[in-house]
Each structure stands twice: as C-alpha cells, then as structure tokens.
C-alpha cells in the first residue's frame, strides 16, 4: 500500500449542501404549486364523480338527489365554501332540505388544504337533480382557486351534464 486516503475534503462536503440547500430552495416553491393544483385536479374528479352519480340515483330512484356543501355531513350549510366537504340525500319531499327518514348518499369531507379555494357561485349553492336526470335552477359553477390563480371551474347546466373549463390563459380568481 501506498499510503494514500481517498474520500471528500470537509470544503467539498461543505460546498455540496450548500449547492443541495440552494437547489432544493429555488424547487420548493414551484413543488408546492404543483401539489395544490393536483389537489385541485383531484377535488375536480371527485366532484364530477359524485355529481355523476347522484345524477344517476335520481333516475333510477325516481326521486329528486341534492347534492350541497356540508361541513359536517348531516345537513347543507349556507355557504358557498365546497372546500369543507359536500353531501348527497335523497329529497323525497323536495325541499331541498334534509329531513328524518331522507337517506343520504354520500359524504365528502376535505378539510382544510392551504392556498386552495373552492367555491360556488353566491346565487347557487346547491344541485338538484330530477327523477327525469335535470337540474333545477340555473348552471351551477364552482370554481377551483390556486393561491389566487383561477384552476378550473366545474359547471352542471339545466341538462344536468357536467363539464370542466380550463382557463386558456392565466386568470386572477374572483372568489
């Protein structure tokens, strides 16, 4: 053997996590916008799902499906925050209300998830779905907000189709 050690000098192992910790601070931003927008794709699925669905139940029921914003599960809040959660029942005495003995379909609780915003117009606040598979009312809309970037928005019409609407350029969000 010739004597000879190898491996890093401690000013080469000090240049390394400098280099890492400048890296990893320049990406951390642009991740952290990359995973609010996939909970916001996700959020979008989930939503076009259940609204789907409850499109469905309401004809093979034959029974108006509502289906609102729900903090708690139970019962429709008044709000137009879709960020906390939302629910589904069956409104059989079609007062857009859930009383005793009206079965509810479905539960959606989210939470709280930072620099994202899903709302619904102030004038719609809730879907009814009909025996016949329409919605009653006018389009509801509801808009999907990173930070303060309009994501996407999730439409139902009089049809009662769902469709989603991508901004075709970057747009400051209303709600």
């Known amino acids: 053997m010739d004597g000879k050690q190898t491996g890093f000098t401690l000013i080469e192992l000090c240049i390394t996590v400098v280099v890492a910790a400048l890296l990893s601070g320049i990406a951390a931003p642009a991740f ?16 076009t799902v259940d609204f789907a669905s409850a ?11 509502v289906v609102c914003p729900s903090a708690g599960g139970t019962q429709c809040d008044v709000s137009t ?6 629910m589904s029942f069956e409104d059989r005495n079609r007062n857009r209300r859930r009383d005793d003995g009206e079965e509810i379909v479905y ?22 779905y009909r025996p016949d598979g ?31 609407e991508r901004p075709a350029k970057e747009t400051v969000c209303t709600a």
């Open 81 to 86: 925050d879709w960020l906390q959660g939302w």
């Open 32 to 47: 952290t916008g990359l995973i609010l927008r996939l909970r916001a794709d996700t959020l979008v699925s989930s939503m």
């Open 107 to 128: 539960v959606r609780q989210k939470g709280h998830t930072g620099g994202l915003v899903v709302t619904s117009t102030a004038g719609r606040k809730s879907i009814v």
């Open 134 to 164: 329409f919605s009653m009312g006018a389009n509801l809309t509801v808009s999907y907000c990173v930070k303060t970037k309009l994501h996407a928005k999730l439409v139902v019409n009089n049809g009662g189709r769902t469709r989603v």
């Open 55 to 65: 499109r469905v139940r309401a004809i093979s029921r034959g029974t108006d499906v």
